[in-house]
Every structure is written in structure tokens, then in C-alpha cells.
């Protein structure tokens, strides 16, 4: 016990005479597929983990070093506070010293909430509505005079300039908007002895009142008088002192009701033209708050109503021929016409016979009248219906509703969210009437500072913005009060600028950002707190972003480094791997062929080490080669895509031509239009003519070429599932053959087992104690929930009889935990396994276990499995592959390896579209197409189009300038 002692006090002596560690410690790192890993890792400096996707970068960066990091902030906080946090589970590791604060910015959509924007996230817009309330000048909406104090002999002149006789009520607002029953408050009014209150709208006894739903706003405004506008004196004195009780009771408001007329709201702060504007306040200027969002749209900005071109997508064809969709069912797919005695074909028939309306005239030949007839309702127009049941037979006659009408009334009643998604696939958002998508209330928006609103403002790019803060010339007090929101604007403006986003606009919506743009707002907020000591873990920061805007980013990552924090990249950008400190190796391979560090040191050291792959690519001992000859255009000269007169967001009216069969990459400075123009345009259009989508396609005048191709398949990084059910397996089918195979054994037939015994997702061969998980959660409450394997099956997923049917030794659950190579050698004699297994081994993933979770996957990997499953499809070659940035997590040797896959698709004949900013992607592609020059506004444009040599040559075209440098690089 002394023994123990002593050690511990001169252990605690040690550590209070030890300095701060210069370096991050890690000890038996063992999470996925790292083998038991030691690494120091040194502080205050910028740091790159790289290596081939999937060898353990992103286990060791996030899931390990900024697990335990948030786990152990978590930990010190007090248990009432975690129980709302929940609970950090522990990374496997046995020892991490020397941790900062840490914080993750990683590669996810900023918002999901539509109501989230630029200037939401990095707070420039809270700063703003500030700025407005302190120093922004009210104009009325009516005159535009600008709006002062009004007082109660001014609006008592303006109550006598109304007709003669007009009956008006004086009222005083004593509830606004306020939830409750207000018993207290009636009752003080009947002390007072007022007779008459309006509420919600109602004018009634106050005796008469019954009581008020406690759960529910209510408008409570007393009548302070009854009178009849007459031009005398008399009347003039009545009336002033009516004003003047009815201000001291409303504090400071009246409401003039008129009989047959909108209300006059008058205030004695602020009032003009009948129209009692607010407090310049900045919860006003939100659209997030009910003071100032608009009425109609709630402050979102679009509403939601059934859209004509959904609900007739084909004009060409006859109603009878299922041009409208919701009575397809009648005509198509449930031919039942002339022996159906439904009510909604008794409709239609009237319709038909008694209206005179064809059904057999295409729709766009139909006339105007009889389209809006059938979508918005025949107003006074009857027809006779018949209608025979078992309990009602006769004829009705009623007027028709309107398609439109009868949709949406059911889309709002229906409790049913499979008829809500229904019903929602005719619907789209359109620009709210009342606030022209503005969000807020026309008052609010009258708000001006050098003559613009906060609308104004928001709707300008980070560049425009931030010139407009720095260029405003404010006086006096004004000056005073505004210096330090201006400086905290521009501040924060500078720093979007500094990391390529200038052409993004301040109203841009948080869930229509990019993860590279969403990275880099993050990023910016982070610079802006000027934090230090802090531990920064990035998800390769360098995606969508243009070698021209690279270098912004890498000043921006080394003033967080020099002001004293430590940076982990995981990237794969050769100029950022140049500019770092020191760069960590992980490999050699992927997945249980990774998870040792192979290499690590300064730049120079690793392009030194013999070990890493990496370090060949930096010197260029090893390179993407560029092809010896390109597949030309003009061998399918007649084969193009073009896209006439595109103009969604920032595209000016472009025509594209794309030539089919080739590799073709379209390139540009971030926000020059590239997925505008690809993914909200071509995709969409190109999947509703083709597939029958009902995606929302952008402005454009028409798409010529459609004929060349049958279908049209995009290729993203999103997962491939959202649980843990979901695997490689069978996300690419392989697994229905493997289960077909188990159900075709001896065994199996001799047993009766169908294929569905071999599934984990249905009752019968799965384990029903885990539900075919292969594990149990135990809640543990106060910490982090425990998975432990079933205690029935071991993990195994199947139950006992299943497991005993084997070929070669293996039962189906043992086929899951095996990688794509080893499955391959096991059923090598099966080529329909065997085809898919080789597609997956072709896009480089033999590594990964056909069982292994779709949440533990990479989203390169997650994005390789799609293109394996489309490979292993039947080849049509008329097809069109959409890529966005596909090398996103891609190491130079994965990007070699996927260039392959990409030949092949178009040695067959396809047509594969790539959005890309990799160099050594664009120099391999057979056409480019380069938008510009610059982004947001400034681009838009197509700036060059033709081979990489010819883009090359372009003094316009930013992507030609540094494309130059590698051409010429690599011909030397």
C-alpha cells in the first residue's frame, strides 16, 4: 500500500513538471481495419493522412483521433447534460496522449432545412438584421415617404378625410397573437366598462364571449367607440378623444375598422397611409420569427401547389391514352373504360359525352377551355352523373371540382403518407404571390440602407456583399453604432471570399450546397473565431474547388496552422500533400490489406521512401498516362447531345453540344454552372423522357439527340443503404445468385428450403432472436449503447438449420464475411456469380467482405459499387453515365484504376459525362467542355470545347492554363 503510494505522487510530480506534449501520441489504434497501429503525429504543424481509398485514413483520422476527442468532452461534462448529448462509444485504441480540443469539418450537406442559407450558417445574416434595426431607415410601402412618429391629431385627420357617413369602429388591440383563455383580461375590460370586444375577428358582446381554446392564438381588440364619419366639430372633439383613449389603451396603436374596407392599423411609433409599421427590432428582419416572416409561406419563400405539367407530363399523347396520369389507371394500366361503374368514370363519361370534351385529341391540340375545364373545375357548368350501388342508384347532377383542386383537397386530408407521397409527385414549389420569395412582410422589406433592404443584400454574392459593407459611408451616430457589426460582417465575408466561395449568394439555400462548399463555410466560421490550441480534423477540403482556387485554400489552412492550432488533412491533392508540414502514408493496400502506415515524414522524405506509393506519384515515377490516341468526335459525327438555350441559375441562354461515345469531362472554377447545367438540366430532362421521373428539370429551350440513347444512370457517392442490412452483396445482386445457388443443393431440396430460407431480412432461415442483425444493442443509459453478438447464433445472422446446408464447407453466413476475391475462387465455376464478383474487382474492391455493412463504406467505395453493379448489367451501348467528381476520395492509383472502368464503358459504344476538376482525369478525357470564366454571376458562360490540346490553348479558360503546365509536364 506504500509501495502504491509513493508511486502515485511521484507519477502526479512527473506529469506537474512535464510541459505541454508537441506532438499527439497513439497507441494499438485497432478501429475497422487498422492493424494495431502506433503513430505520433506532430502539433501546431499541417499534417495529410493519405493512401488508396479504403486503407484506413478516415478510421484513424475521424473515427479514432476525433471520436475520442468529442467522447472525452462528452465525458466531462455532468451526467444531467449527457443525457441529452447521448453517449460517445470508445474507439478501440490503447493509449492517445497529448489530445486538443478537437473539431470535425467534414464532407456533409450543411442543412437539410430549407429555411438554412449562407447567411444563416456562418451567422452573416444575424449580424445584418442588426445592422438593419440599428441603422436602417423605414420608407412606407404605399407612398414611400419616409415613415416617423405619428401622432393622435394627425390620424384624427385622417380618419376625417374618409367619405362622409362612413360607419368605422375605433379599436384598441389588447392581445396579439398570444395563445391562453385571457379570462383576467376580459374581465378588467368589463371593469372598465366597455360593452363590445372584437375577437379573432369577430365583434361581440364582451358578456356574450365564451371561453377562449387555451391552445390556440387569438386577436383580442376592444371597441373603444361606434360613430359616422360627419364633418363638424362636435364629431371632431368625439372622435379625438375616442383616438386618444383608444392609443393609451392599445399602448400606443389603434385599429381603424371601416365597414367594407381594409383596416386602418395607426400607431403613435411609427405610422403612415393608415398603416401601422413595427419597432425596427432585429427579430423583425427574420424570416425564421413570426414578426417578420411572411403570413402566406411562413417565411420559407415558395408554396406548394399541384403543378399542370406534372400532371400531364406528355402533351402529345390522348387522354384515352393516359396523358393525365391520375386517371391513367382508368385507360392503361386497368383497361376498364366501358364496363367500369365507378364513380370517377361515370365523371369522366359525362365529361365525354355530355361536354363534348374529346379524349382522343392529343392534349396540346385540345382547346384552352376544355384544359382548364378539366384542371380547374367547370365554376357553374353541370353535367349528370349516374351512378348504380347496391344502396344509391340515380342521377346526379354537380359541378366538376377541377383535377387540380380534387388533388390537392385530398393531398390535405388524406392521413395516409404513402397517398401524401402520392399526391406530392404533382406538386412543386412555387414562388409565394405575396412576398415575390422574399420571405418577409412588405414592411420589413421597405427597411433601406443606401437604398437597399436586407433582401437586397442577401441576394448579392459573398463578393458583391462584401464590397457593398466595405463601401458604405455612414454619419454621425449612425456611423458610431454600426462600426463593429461592419467590421464583424466584413470579417466574415473576407474569409468566404478566401476560400473560393465569392460566387455563392448570401439567400443560397443550406440543402442545395455542395459537401466541399458546405466544408469551406464551415472552414471560414472556423478562421473567423481566431480559436488556438485546437485540433482540426478535414475531410478533404480541396473537392469541387478549382486549381485556381486551391491556392486561397491552402493560405487559409496555414493561417489556422500559424496562429497555433494542428490541421489533420485527409486528401489526396498532390499541391496540398506539397504545401504540408508532414504527411502520413497509410496502406499498402485497402481494407484488411491496409491499416499500417507505410510512410511518413516531410514531402521531400516521402517522395524518398521507396515504400510509398504515394511518394512515386509525387515525383512522377509513376503517372496517369495520357492516352497515345483519343477517341474522336468525328467517327460519330452524327451522334450528338445538344442542349439549346440552357438558363437555370447562372447560366446565360448556353447551347451544349455533347458528342456521344466518349469520355467527356465538363470543367470550370467552382459556381460556373457545371452541375446547373448537368445535374439540374440534362439528368433530369433526360430521365423524365427516358425513365418517366418526376425530377425537376431546369430552364432550357429543347434537348436534341434524345434518340441516340435508352437509358441514362448517374453515379454518385451517396451510400448505397442507410443500415447496416444493407451490404456489396446485395446492393449489387450478387447475393440473389448465391442464394439461388443454396436453394439449388441436394440438401437444400431434400429439406424443402426455398431461396427465401437464405435471407436475413424475412422469417424462416434468419435467426429471430437478433432479427437477422447478428447482434443485440443493450441500452446502457448513462453510456454508450453496447452490441454485443446474439447470444443464439453467434453473430451468424441464420439460425442453426440453415447453417448446417454447405457447399465447399461454407454456410451462407461464412459466404458473407468473405472478401470479393476469395468469394470469386469459391464459386469459380459459377459464372453468373462470378460475373458481377468480377466487375467488383475490376473498379479495384476485391478487399471488401460481401457482407460488409453499406455504413461502414467509404463514399469512394460507396460510388464503385454502383459502377460495378452497372457494369455487371447488359451492355446496350447507348447509354449515358453521369459522374460527379468521382475521384472524391480517390488516391492517384484508385484514379488510374477507375479511368480503366470508364474506357471500358466507352470502347461499348456509351457516353460517359464527368464533372471534374482533377487534372489527371481531364487530361485523359476524349472532349471538354470549360464554363466560366468565373462563378456565380461572371460565369455561366461556355468559354472553350474540343480535346484537352485545344482547351489547352485557350487564353479565356483557366482549366486551359494549368491544363498547359501538365500537358507540356508530362510530354517532357
Known sequence: MENGSSISLSTVQINSNSKELDRIIVKGAREHNLKNIDIDIPKKKMVVFTGVSGSGKSSLAFDTIFAEGQRRYVESLSSYARQFIGQMEKPKYDTIRGLSPTIAIEQKAASKNPRSTVGTITEIYDYLRVLFARVGTQYCYKCGKKVGRGYAQSMVSQIMSLPEASK????????????????????????????????????????????????????????????????????????????????????????????????????????????????????????????????????????????????????????????????????????????????????????????GISFDTPWKKLPQEDKDLLLYGSKHKEMTVSWNSAKIQGEFTRTHEGLIHTLMRRYRDTQSEGQKRYYSTF???????????????????HVHINKKSIIDVTAMTVREAFDFINGLNLAGNKKLIAEELLKEISDRLGFLVNVGLDYLSLDRSGPTLSGGESQRIRLASQVGSELTGVLYILDEPSIGLHQKDNIKLLHTLHHLRDIGNTLIIVEHDQETMEKADWIVDIGPGAGHLGGQIVAQGTPDQIKENPASITGKFLTGKEQIEIPKKRKSHKSRESKWITIVKASENNLKNVTAKIPLGLLVAVTGV??????????????????????????????????????????????????????????????????????????????????????????????????????????????????????????????????????????????????????????????????????????????????????????????????RIKLARELAKRDTGETLYLLDEPTTGLHFRDVRLLLKVLSRLTKAGNTVIIIEHNLDVIKTADWIIDLGPEGGNSGGEIIAEGPPEIIAESSKSYTGHYLKEILNGDEK
Not at 434 to 439: D, E, I, M, N
Request: hydrophobic share 35%; glycine share 8%.
Open 427 to 445: 406538386m412543386t414549389a412555387s414562388t409565394c404571390p405575396a412576398c415575390q420569395g422574399k420571405r418577409l412582410k412588405n414592411e420589413v422589406l
Open 670 to 863: 467552382s459556381g460556373a454552372g457545371k452541375s446547373t447545367l448537368i445535374n439540374q438540366i440534362l439528368y433530369p430532362a433526360l430521365a423524365v423522357k427516358l425513365h418517366d421521373s418526376k425530377l425537376n428539370v431546369g430552364r432550357y429551350d429543347k434537348i436534341k439527340g434524345l434518340s441516340h440513347l435508352d437509358k441514362i444512370i448517374n453515379i454518385d457517392q451517396k451510400p448505397i443503404g442507410r443500415t447496416p442490412r444493407s451490404n456489396p452483396a446485395t446492393y449489387t445482386k450478387v447475393f440473389d445468385h448465391i442464394r439461388d445457388f443454396y436453394a439449388m443443393l441436394p440438401e437444400s431440396k431434400a429439406r424443402g428450403y426455398k431461396k427465401g430460407r437464405y435471407s436475413f431480412n424475412v422469417k424462416g432461415g434468419r435467426c429471430e432472436a437478433c432479427k437477422g442483425d447478428g447482434h443485440i444493442k443493450v441500452e446502457m443509459h448513462f453510456l454508450a449503447d453496447v452490441f454485443v453478438p446474439c447470444e443464439v447464433c453467434n453473430g451468424k445472422r441464420f439460425n442453426r438449420a440453415t447453417l448446417e446446408i454447405t457447399y465447399k464447407g461454407h454456410s451462407i453466413s461464412d459466404i458473407l464475411e468473405l472478401s470479393v476475391m476469395q468469394t470469386k475462387e469459391l464459386f469459380a465455376s459459377h459464372p453468373k456469380i462470378t460475373h458481377i464478383l468480377n466487375t467488383l474487382m475490376d473498379v479495384g474492391l476485391s478487399y471488401i467482405k460481401l457482407g460488409q455493412a453499406a455504413t461502414t463504406l467509404s463514399g469512394g467505395e460507396a460510388q
Open 168 to 355: 368605422i369602429l375605433i379599436l384598441s388591440p389588447i392581445v396579439e397573437n398570444r395563445k391562453g383563455e385571457h379570462k383576467e383580461r376580459l374581465e378588467d375590460l368589463k371593469k372598465q366598462g366597455y360593452a363590445r370586444v372584437r375577437v379573432d375577428g369577430v365583434v361581440q358582446e364582451l358578456e356574450n364571449v365564451q371561453t377562449l381554446a387555451k391552445n390556440k392564438k387569438h386577436h383580442i381588440e376592444v371597441v373603444v367607440d361606434r360613430l359616422k364619419i360627419k364633418n363638424d366639430k362636435k364629431f371632431e372633439k368625439r372622435l379625438t378623444d375616442s383616438v386618444e383613449n383608444g392609443l393609451k389603451l392599445g399602448s400606443g396603436q389603434i385599429i381603424v375598422h371601416i365597414l367594407g374596407r381594409e383596416d386602418l392599423k395607426m400607431s403613435e411609433a411609427r405610422s403612415c397611409c393608415g398603416i401601422a409599421y413595427p419597432e425596427l427590432i432585429p427579430q423583425i428582419f427574420s424570416f425564421n420569427s413570426p414578426l417578420g416572416m411572411c403570413p402566406d409561406c411562413n417565411g420559407i419563400g415558395t408554396l406548394l401547389s399541384m403543378d399542370a405539367d406534372k400532371i400531364v407530363p406528355d402533351k402529345e399523347l390522348t387522354i384515352r391514352q393516359g396523358a393525365v396520369i391520375p386517371w391513367k389507371n382508368y385507360f392503361i394500366k386497368k383497361p376498364r373504360y366501358n364496363n367500369d361503374n365507378s364513380w370517377g368514370m361515370n365523371q369522366l363519361k359525362a365529361m365525354e359525352q355530355q361536354w
